[in-house]
């Protein structure tokens, strides 16, 4: 499978999750080229797993198995639906929290800022009707898969939903990390870990702090105007800027 940088990362460490899912390009599921550390379970979709019926026996096996990780296409993944249950729980909270500073504003008498947030709520209708627009796959949702930790390739998407989301105060960023010292990477590498190092200018495997301080910062008040980044915290490794 041609190498790619993961572009939005969410779940907990993979050290304490239990099944990880790569969502990737089409172009990158090459089930036959995939190689993996002996005693790690891999189960990848080639493009005849994405047809309907197969796509559906696919995400089945996911859930009725305990893989190390699995690697989907995006497309395939999109149709991954939450429970309604859960769906509507989101979209509600969304729409009830632009709303209520809806209500701010008003109070506020400022009639500019008013409309302004007045479009960005009919923008956020509008974004909800476009995702329960999406096609999904009957009787599958994402919460049955048992996947706890995410990974999308495909980095220039973040870029778009920045552009998207913008107008509506919203930033979108990414973290791009290199090898860090958690207990995955410990049980792969084993006493290789230390080769890990040679690979990067620092010297050193990346600290949860690490990461920590720079997820920290990009949810804070002084990183508002920051959005649209793809952000290395590698030490180095990644020999370019961005």
């Not at 190390?68 to 979209?91: G, H, K, M, W, Y």
Request: aromatic letters at 4%.
């Amino acid at each position: 499978m041609p190498a790619g940088e993961p572009g939005v990362v969410r779940g907990a460490p993979r050290g304490g999750a239990e099944q990880a899912l790569l969502a990737v390009g089409r172009q990158d599921v090459d089930p036959d080229g995939l190689t993996a550390p002996e005693g790690v379970r891999i189960l990848a979709a080639s493009s005849d797993h994405l047809q309907a019926d197969k796509r559906r026996a696919f995400v089945a096996s996911v859930a009725a198995n305990d893989w190390d990780a699995v690697i989907l296409t995006r497309t395939a993944f999109e149709r991954l639906s939450l429970l309604p249950e859960n769906e509507r729980a989101f979209q509600d909270r969304e729409m009830s929290e632009a709303r209520e500073r809806l209500d701010n504003i008003k109070a506020t008498g400022n009639r500019a800022s008013v409309k302004a947030q007045e479009r960005q709520i009919q923008r956020a209708e509008e974004r909800l009707k476009a995702i329960r627009d999406v096609p999904s796959d009957p009787g599958l949702h994402f919460e049955q898969t048992g996947i706890d930790y995410l990974v999308v390739d495909e980095l220039h998407h973040m870029k778009n939903l920045a552009t998207e989301v913008a107008p509506d105060g919203v930033c979108a960023n990414t973290i791009q990390p290199g090898s860090h010292a958690t207990d995955r990477i410990k049980s792969l590498a084993g006493d290789r870990a230390r080769d890990l190092t040679r690979e990067i200018p620092a010297g050193r495997l990346g600290e949860a702090a690490d990461f920590g301080r720079v997820a920290a910062f990009l949810c804070s008040e002084p990183a508002r105007f920051v959005t649209g980044v793809g952000l290395h915290v590698d030490g180095g490794a990644y020999r370019g800027l961005q």
